[in-house]
C-alpha cells in the first residue's frame, strides 16, 4: 500500500475533518408540523432514462479518476442533471428548514454524504420508476486540496453521481453534501485521491495501491 494512501485512510479512519460547519441562522420548525414540509420536487421526465449496466459505469468513471468502484446494483439509471440539480437544492431546503447541522462525530460528513446519497435515491427512484438503481454513490477522498470551503488535510466523504446533460451525453459530478456545490470529476482538484465509491460500505476499505 502506498504511503499516501496509507495515511489518506489512518486520517478518514480517524474522523472526517471539515471547518465547513453549518451552523443555522434560520428559525428550526417545529418537528411533525406539515406546514413546515416543503411538497416533494417536480422533476421532469420526457423520455425513458438511459441505463447502464455496472461495468459500463465503472469503465466510464475509470476514465475520469482512478477510484475502487463497489457497485451494489448490476443495472444503473442515469438521471437528467437538471432533475439532479432540483434534487440538491430541495435537500438543502428541507435541512435548513429544520435545522439539521454539522455536529463532529455525531453527524460529519460521512453521516451528511450517505443520508443525502439515500434521500436523492430515494427521490429519484420513486420519480422514474424502472427497475434500475439510480446512478448516486456516497465517495470518500482524501482531502490533499481545499475545495467547497473544505480545507485540506484528512478524509473526506463526498456525493458522486452519474447523469445526461442536455444533449444526452453522460457525465459524472462531484457533490458536496453539506452545500449545493458540485464540479465535474474530470475538474475536482483531489480526484486523484479518491478511495472509493460505494453506497453503503462503512467498514475499512483497504484500497489496492493505485498503479
Known amino acids: 500500500m502506498k504511503l499516501m494512501t496509507l495515511i489518506a485512510l489512518l486520517l478518514f479512519l480517524s474522523g472526517c475533518t471539515t471547518s465547513k460547519v453549518i451552523t443555522p441562522d434560520y428559525k428550526k420548525v417545529e418537528l411533525y408540523s406539515t406546514d ?20 459500463q ?16 446494483d448490476s443495472v444503473y439509471f442515469l438521471p437528467t442533471k437538471q432533475n439532479m440539480d432540483t434534487v440538491i437544492l430541495y435537500l438543502d431546503d428541507i435541512f ?4 439539521i ?9 460521512d453521516d451528511f454524504a450517505r443520508t443525502k446519497t439515500a434521500l436523492s435515491k430515494l427521490i429519484i427512484s420513486q420519480t422514474y ?7 448516486i454513490f456516497t465517495i ?3 482531502q490533499k486540496k481545499m475545495w467547497a470551503n473544505v480545507p485540506a488535510g ?17 457525465k459524472v459530478f462531484i457533490w458536496e ?12 482538484p483531489n480526484k486523484d485521491q479518491l478511495f472509493y465509491i460505494g453506497s453503503e460500505r462503512t467498514e475499512n476499505p483497504n484500497p489496492e495501491p493505485k498503479p
Open 36 to 55: 413546515s414540509i416543503p411538497a416533494l420536487p417536480f422533476l421532469m421526465v420526457t423520455k425513458t432514462p438511459t441505463t447502464i449496466t455496472a461495468a
Open 57 to 72: 459505469l465503472e469503465q466510464h468513471i475509470s476514465k475520469q479518476a482512478k477510484v475502487e468502484w463497489l457497485a451494489e
Open 96 to 99: 435548513r428548514k429544520f435545522g
Open 101 to 109: 447541522h454539522f455536529i463532529p462525530e455525531s453527524l460529519d460528513c
Open 129 to 135: 420508476q424502472i427497475e434500475a438503481s439510480p446512478a
Open 140 to 142: 470518500f477522498v482524501f
Open 154 to 170: 484528512g478524509g473526506h466523504a463526498l456525493i458522486a453521481y452519474a447523469c445526461t446533460d442536455a444533449n444526452g451525453a453522460t
Open 177 to 188: 453534501p453539506q452545500s449545493t456545490e458540485q464540479i465535474s470529476v474530470k475538474d475536482y
